[in-house]
C-alpha cells in the first residue's frame, strides 16, 4: 500500500506553469526586472480594483512593508498592539526605534481587545498596530473611536486579510494604513511580496519613495528610504495568481464547512465561530483544545504529526515570551490572560485548495478519535 504524503499546514497554490512562461516571455523580452516596470503596475491597479481599495503600494515583501508604513507616518515612541501575532508585527517596531506596548486579546477574535488599549496609553503613545487575526476583523469601529479620542493613528496589520469584506466593504480601508502579505503560505501569493493600502494619493506617493531608497528622481533624495520594490516577476505572477483567486476561496470555504461539520459537538475541542457580516478568505482553520477533549493540544499536534499531518500552533510562543521582548513591562504574562490561554490552546488544522476531501476526513476521523 502506498504511504500518504506529508500533509501540511498549508500549501502554496501555484496555476498551471504553462500559464505562467508568457508573462516570463514578456519580461525576457523587454529586459525590464524591477523598479516600477509594466507588470507592477499591472498588478498594483489589478489589486485596487479587485480588493476595492484607492491606492496600493507592492513591497517585496510584507515585514517591509510594515517597516515603511511606520515610517511613512512618522510614528515614533510607543505603539500599542497585540502579543498573538507573528513576530514581525512588532520586529517592525523594533527596527523603527519605537517600543512594542503589549495589550490583550478578546478570546472570540483573537484580536487586540479594545477596552484593554484605554490604560495602555501614554504621553509618548502615538499609534495603536492592530492585527486582523486568522482574517477575522478587528473591532474597527472601536478602534478609531480611542484612535480619535487619543490623536493615534491606526496601521493594520492585514497580513492574514486579503480580499476579507466586512458588510460589503473591504476590511483594508479601515484605519491609516493597512499591510498586506502575499508570502507562499497567505491565500493570495506572489511567492513573496507585500503590500501597503493607503487612503490618499500624497500618501502613496510617499510610500514609494520610502520603498526606493527616497528617490524623487535621479539625483534627488528626499527622505532615508529602504530598498522594498516587488521585482517583475513576482508581480507578473500575482497577476497570474488573480485570475485563480476566487476559486481558490471558495475551495477553502468549502474545507473550512467540512471541517465545521466533521468537527461539532466533540468534548472539549471547540471551533471558532465565523464572523457576522464577514465575507471571510478562510485563510486558517484554527481549534481550541480544551480540558474536556481526550488529549492535551501539544497531545493532538504530537497525534496528527506522527501520522504526517502537520498542525501548527498559531500563535505559540506569544511574541512577548521571546526575549527581546519578555523584559518589557507590558509583556508579562499577567496583563495577557487571554492570550495565555490561546496560546496553550489553539491548534490550526491543514486547509489549502489542493487539500483533497478524502485528507478532510482523515484529519476530521483523527481529531474525533486522536486516541
Known amino acids: 500500500m502506498k504511504k500518504a504524503a506529508p500533509i501540511y499546514v498549508t500549501q502554496p497554490y501555484l496555476p498551471p506553469l504553462a500559464e505562467f512562461m508568457p508573462y516570463l516571455e514578456q519580461i525576457w523580452d ?23 481599495v484607492e491606492h496600493l503600494a507592492l513591497f517585496s515583501n510584507g515585514t517591509l512593508a510594515l517597516m515603511t508604513a511606520l515610517q511613512a507616518l512618522r510614528i515614533t515612541g510607543e505603539v500599542i498592539t497585540t502579543p498573538y501575532s507573528f513576530v514581525a508585527t512588532s520586529h517592525s517596531m523594533l527596527w523603527n526605534g519605537i517600543k512594542p506596548v503589549f495589550t490583550d486579546i478578546d478570546p472570540a477574535t483573537f484580536n487586540l481587545d479594545p477596552a484593554r488599549i484605554e490604560a ?42 486579503f480580499g476579507v469584506k466586512v458588510d460589503g466593504n473591504s476590511l483594508l480601508n479601515f484605519g491609516d494604513l493597512s499591510v498586506l502579505s502575499f508570502h507562499a503560505t497567505k491565500v493570495f501569493n506572489t511567492f513573496e511580496g507585500g503590500a501597503i493600502i493607503c487612503k490618499d494619493a500624497t500618501t502613496k506617493t510617499r510610500i514609494d519613495r520610502l520603498k526606493n531608497f527616497g528617490f524623487v528622481n535621479e539625483t534627488t533624495v528626499v527622505a532615508p528610504g529602504i530598498n522594498g520594490k516587488m521585482s517583475e516577476i513576482n508581480a507578473a505572477f500575482g497577476l497570474l495568481q488573480l485570475q485563480h483567486i476566487d476559486q481558490a476561496l471558495q475551495r477553502r470555504q468549502a474545507i473550512d464547512r467540512a471541517y465545521r461539520a466533521g468537527l461539532a459537538g466533540i468534548p472539549g475541542l471547540q471551533v471558532p465561530g465565523a464572523p457576522a457580516a464577514t465575507d471571510c478568505n478562510y485563510s486558517y482553520f484554527p ?26 500552533r ?29 496560546a496553550a490552546q489553539v491548534l ?23 486516541v
Do not use: W
Open 120 to 161: 495602555a496609553i501614554t504621553p509618548q503613545t502615538t499609534a495603536i498596530m492592530p492585527v486582523h487575526c486568522y482574517g477575522y476583523p478587528c473591532d474597527v469601529d472601536a478602534i478609531q473611536k480611542i484612535a480619535d479620542n487619543y490623536n493615534l493613528k491606526v496601521i493594520y496589520d492585514a497580513a492574514h486579510a
Open 287 to 312: 481549534i481550541l483544545i480544551g480540558p474536556e477533549y481526550a488529549l492535551s493540544r501539544d497531545g493532538l499536534y504530537d497525534a496528527l504529526k506522527q501520522q504526517e499531518i502537520y498542525a501548527r
Open 30 to 52: 523587454n529586459k525590464v526586472l524591477t523598479n516600477g516596470g509594466p507588470f507592477h503596475q499591472q498588478l498594483e491597479q489589478a489589486l485596487c480594483e479587485y480588493l476595492g
Open 314 to 342: 498559531y500563535f505559540y510562543p506569544l511574541i512577548t515570551d521571546f526575549p527581546m521582548y519578555r523584559s518589557l513591562p507590558s509583556a508579562h504574562a499577567d496583563n495577557l490572560p487571554m492570550a495565555t490561554i490561546a
Open 348 to 370: 490550526c488544522l491543514p486547509i489549502y485548495p489542493n487539500l483533497s476531501d478524502d485528507d478532510v476526513q482523515r484529519i476530521i476521523a483523527l481529531c474525533r478519535k486522536p
